[in-house]
């Protein structure tokens, strides 16, 4: 069975984050979203278990899809699925450079670890969590940015901020 590994931050799901993890599941047997939890990013907005509650909202209608909590190095994660590959989505050159650099650490420390990348689709070139997370804030209308079912929830988050 080959796996796919969609790693990320997730502070929230986006649509650009789902259309890659969705053409990841047509492609391989098997999904696994993972959450980084460890991330060195400062103040997220969403605990982890916030960020799996609306990961898993995002992918209920998708069989071969499953979520994961990463404390630990990806490189290492990634070890627990045989054979399994990473998938990156590519928005723009500067995500490239970012990602050439994660790839060559990876590998350092999983030779056998192989970063496969998707080209964003152009809906969403433009689209991050961050972009997200600013627009919740000053409650703008976040419909086409982030899966309909996680409104909701983001903008809930927001008042209570
Ligand atoms: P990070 O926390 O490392 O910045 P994110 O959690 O934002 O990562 O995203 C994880 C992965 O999803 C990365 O490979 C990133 O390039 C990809 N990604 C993020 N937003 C989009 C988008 N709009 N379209 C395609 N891929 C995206």
């Known amino acids: 069975m080959k796996t ?62 499953s979520v994961e909590v990463n404390t630990g190095l990806l490189a290492e994660f990634a070890r627990r699925y045989e054979g399994a590959v990473l998938i990156k989505g590519l928005r723009a050159a500067s995500d490239f450079d970012y990602e050439f650099q994660m790839d060559s650490i990876n590998k350092r420390l999983n030779p056998e670890l192989e970063t496969m990348f998707l080209t964003a689709d152009q809906r969403y070139t433009f689209l991050s969590s961050s972009i997200v ?29």
């Open 133 to 161: 997370r600013e627009l919740a804030h000053y409650g703008s209308d976040l419909h086409g940015l982030v899966p309909e079912e996680i409104i909701g929830p983001i903008e809930e988050k927001a008042k209570r901020r």
């Open 4 to 65: 796919a590994i969609c790693p990320g931050s997730f502070d929230p799901i986006t649509l650009g984050h789902l259309n890659i993890i969705e053409r990841a599941a047509q492609i391989f047997d098997h999904v696994v979203v993972c959450v980084a939890a460890n991330a060195t990013k400062t103040h997220p907005m969403f605990t982890v278990e916030e960020k799996v509650e609306m990961v898993k909202l995002a992918i209920a209608s998708i069989p071969n899809v």
